[in-house]
């Protein structure tokens, strides 16, 4: 079935209520409402206000309860309206469900699910448009999940539904309903920690997540009308990160390009970068460059676009790669 975001998150959270009754969603507006982007719309008609629970406006009070549920035999899905209000409740996840299983020997285990839209690009006000991924890739205990495309989007938050540990799971503001694609009906999963060849190239490595993937996939193109192949991954994943597909696209293009929305200082593509390092240095045939947002706030939308990195700069940063 033909599906956008919105639609293949609505599809899989209906799925995986129906199948598994110990799932639930909360969050602000999420029951009646249907959700800020309508992504758990019909949801309380169909399984009620007890498993599809409409919240006070406090992400602290959210993601508390969110863990309190799961370590008492819930699967709950909490929504986070916009990323950037996630900091009040960033004690909870780094204090304790992170550390639930750990702290306990394993004993205990918190699967749960925080869905937050993350990301620029739609003129969003102040606190709208954060791309901070980085701040949950460095909590032990976190998988963070970061799709680009409806059929991933569907088959990966079902996994993450059914992982035993929590996950961050975030949803690009820009792509909820940027394209279709078709979605596998009923029964669909994905495996966390595996990335995606968008296009193959023999020239050129670009790593990327998420709206990134759009403007990637857009650079390769007037690449090859260049002359230069460019390989295009979406990594998915960015924790656990799948590390044997990137080594193996920098064994076959011997150059390296991470192009990413977030601030470039301490960003994930810091981290990823070095692991390229360490991993796969003597494969490389020019140093890795990263293409990324400045190490600004996330500016209004006056300036929105001269903050985003756009095709023309990832081609750019080809350029270098190939003439080194």
Request: include cysteine; hydrophobic fraction near 45%; aromatic fraction near 6%.
């Amino acid at each position: 079935m033909m599906m956008n975001n919105v639609q293949a998150i609505n599809d899989a959270l209906m799925y995986e209520m129906g199948r598994d009754s110990s799932v639930m969603v909360m969050g602000e507006d999420v029951g009646r409402e249907g959700g800020v982007f309508r992504a758990t719309a019909g949801l309380q008609e169909k399984y009620g206000r007890e498993r599809v629970v409409d919240t006070p406006l406090s992400e602290n009070g959210i993601v508390g309860c969110a863990v309190g549920l799961a370590l008492n035999g819930m699967k709950p899905v909490a929504e986070i309206q916009f990323s950037g209000f996630v900091f009040s409740a960033y004690d909870q996840l780094i204090s304790h469900a992170s550390r639930m299983r750990q702290r306990s020997m394993g004993r205990f285990h918190v699967p749960m699910v925080v869905r937050m839209p993350y990301g620029g690009g739609v003129r969003a006000l102040e606190h709208h448009s954060e791309s901070d991924e980085a701040i949950f890739t460095q909590v032990p205990g976190l998988k963070v999940v970061a799709p680009h495309a409806p059929s991933d989007m569907k088959g990966l938050l079902i996994s993450a539904i059914r992982d035993p540990d929590p996950v961050i799971f975030l949803e690009h503001i820009k792509l909820y309903r940027a394209f279709r694609e078709d979605v596998p009906e009923r029964e669909h999963t994905l495996p966390i920690g595996k990335a995606k060849i968008v296009a193959k190239g023999k020239d050129v490595s670009i790593f990327t997540w998420g709206a990134m993937v759009n403007v990637s996939a857009e650079a390769a193109k007037q690449l090859e009308r260049e002359g230069i192949s460019a390989e295009v991954i979406d990594l998915r994943t960015l924790k656990p990160l799948d590390m044997e597909a990137i080594v193996e696209s920098v064994k076959r293009t011997g150059r390296a390009i991470i192009v990413e929305e977030a601030r470039k200082l301490s960003g994930f593509g810091s981290d990823l970068s070095a692991a390229i390092a360490e991993r796969a240095l003597l494969y490389l045939k020019a140093p890795i460059i990263r293409v990324s947002g400045y190490d600004i706030r996330f500016p209004l939308y006056r300036l929105e676009d001269e903050y985003l990195p756009e095709a023309r700069r990832v081609v750019m940063a080809a350029h270098e790669a190939m003439e080194l």
